[in-house]
DNA sequence: GGGCGAGGTGTACGGCGTACACCTTCGATA
DNA sequence: TATCGAAGGTGTACGCCGTACACCTCGCCC
C-alpha cells in the first residue's frame, strides 16, 4: 500500500524523460537517518547528506532551516518508530512495553541518544508520545501529582536508553598486556574490578565483557516501575515531602 | 578589565618586570573549567582559551594532547571536588549523601553533564569515584552481584544529574500568546499540561514554571536506593532473572 | 508571452581543530 | 663563562564545518 507520494492525478500526457523528483523535507530527513545509521552523528555535514542526495549543499536550506532543525527533523522520524500504546488495565505492563518498544526502536539508531538529549525543544511528535506516555499513568489510577515526578524520574529512560556513563574500556588484545593491566587494576580499583567479574555469564573471561546491556536496561527499569507502584498504593503525595 | 590572567602586557624589549609564569597543564584546565562556566561549553574553543590565558593558541598543545583530552581534564577537576565517602554502618544515607554532594559540585558547572556524558574513557579520578562509591554498596552488605547492575541502574545519577529530556518551553512572555498557547496545549497535549500544573507550590502561574529539580532528582534516587534496599533484604540475585 | 515562485547552484566568509616548522628562553653542564 | 639542548611559545597554513547571499532555471498560471 505505498501511495505514490506524488498524486500526479490530472496528469497529462506521460512525458517519456521522467521529471527529476525534487527534493522534500520527507527525503532530506530520512537521508539524514540512513547517513548517520552508517557514517555516525559526528560524520553527519550538510556536506556530506547533500552529496548523498546528490545536490548542492546549500540546497538542503529549501528544506530544513538549519542543521538544528535537520537534528530536530531526524529525533522526529526515529520517535515515530515507536508502537502504540497498547490499552488493557494492566498500567506497569502496559508501560514497560511501552518503553522496551521505544528502547528496540532507539536500538537502530545509535545515534539518537546523543541527538535526543541535545534537542533543546521538543518537536510534536515527541510531545505526542510523552502526552500519550503521561495517558497510560493517569489511567491507572496514578495522581497527576506522583505521575508528574514519575515521569522526571524514568528520565531518559522513558526512550529506552540509559547513557552508558564511561563504558568499560577494552581490554587490549595481547594476552600479556590484558594480564598487565588486569593485575594492575585489580589493585588499583580493587572494587570495580569485584563487580565487573561478578555475575556473568561468561565466567571464563577475567574482564568483564559479557555486560548484558538489555538486561541491565529492564532491571532499572523494574526496580523504578515497582517503586511507583509502591508509592501509589501507599497513596504518595507530594504532601508528605516529609516523609524521610 | 584585564585582557589576560598574567598582567604582563607588552614586555617588548626584554625588561620583564615580571617574570611570565609559565603555563602548565593544571593552569590550563583551571581556566578552561572557568571559561565554560562563563560562556557555556559551546563557546569553548582552543582559541578562545588560548586567548583569555594570554597566549597563542598551539601553545596550549604543549600541555594537553587535542581538545578530547582538555575535555578530560576538565571532568576530572570537577569531579576531584566531590566530597570523600562519609563513614557509617548506613549504606543507603551515606550514599545519598555521597551523589547529592556529586550533584552540589556538578551544579557549580552547567556543562559537566554534557560533556561527562560525551566522553568515551574514565579518567583515573572518576574510575576512583565509582570504585569508591561502589566500596560503599560492598561495605553495606549488597553482593557484588547486585552492586553490579545497582550501579548500571544508577547510572549518570551518580553523577549527581538526570539529563532533562525536552526541558518545558518558556512561556512567551505577552499573556495573549500566552492564554492562546496554553488553550491550544491543553487540546493538544491534555495529559502534560495535567501534571504540568499539579503538584506545584505555586498554583497561581498556570504553567508549570515551579518544578524543583532538586526535588525531582531526590525523588527518583530514593526511589531507586529504596528499590535497591528491597531487593538486597530478599536476597535477590542474577539467577532469580526469571522471577517477573 | 510574461511573470512568478519554488527549488537548486556557486561563491564566499568566518570559525574551528591542529600539523608543522620555527623561534625564545633558561638551566645544566663543560 | 660559553655552549647547548630541551621545554615552552609562535605563525602560518590546511581542510573541514555551517550557512549568508546573489543568482539561475524551471514549470505553471494568467
Given at each position: ?13 506521460g512525458?517519456a524523460?521522467?521529471?527529476?523528483i ?8 530520512r ?14 555535514s ?47 505492563g ?9 528502547r ?85 580499583y ?11 555469564h ?7 565483557r ?35
Open positions: 500500500m505505498s501511495r505514490t507520494e506524488n498524486g500526479t492525478h490530472g496528469e497529462k500526457g512525458s524523460r521522467f521529471p527529476r525534487p527534493l522534500n523535507r520527507e527525503r532530506v530527513l537521508a539524514a537517518v540512513g547517513l548517520a545509521d552508517v557514517v555516525g552523528i559526528d560524520s553527519l550538510m556536506r556530506n547528506l547533500a552529496q548523498g542526495l546528490g545536490v548542492a549543499p546549500m540546497a538542503l536550506y529549501k528544506h530544513v532551516a538549519n542543521k538544528e532543525e535537520l537534528l530536530d527533523g531526524m529525533v522526529s522520524v526515529v520517535v515515530a518508530e515507536i508502537d502504540p500504546p497498547l490499552p488493557g488495565p494492566d498500567w506497569k502496559a508501560v514497560r512495553e511501552r518503553v522496551l518498544s521505544a528496540h526502536a532507539l536500538l537502530r539508531h545509535p545515534w539518537a541518544p546523543q541527538v535526543i538529549e541535545s534537542r533543546t525543544q521538543a518537536p510534536p511528535i515527541v510531545l505526542d508520545y510523552m502526552n500519550s506516555l503521561i495517558g497510560m499513568f493517569l489511567a491507572g489510577g496514578l495522581s497527576a501529582d506522583l505521575t508528574h515526578h514519575v515521569m522526571h524520574a524514568l528520565g531518559s529512560r522513558m526512550w529506552g536508553f540509559t547513557q552508558e556513563v564511561f563504558p568499560t574500556p577494552q581490554p587490549p588484545a595481547n594476552p600479556e598486556a590484558r594480564e598487565a593491566m588486569f593485575r594492575q587494576a585489580a589493585e588499583t580493587p572494587h570495580i574490578v569485584q563487580i565487573a567479574t561478578a555475575g556473568l561468561d565466567e571464563g573471561s577475567a574482564v568483564g559479557g555486560c548484558d546491556d538489555q538486561f541491565e536496561f529492564e532491571f532499572a527499569l523494574d526496580v523504578l516501575l515497582d517503586g511507583f507502584e509502591r508509592l501509589h498504593n501507599q497513596g504518595w503525595s507530594s504532601a508528605s515531602r516529609a516523609q524521610r
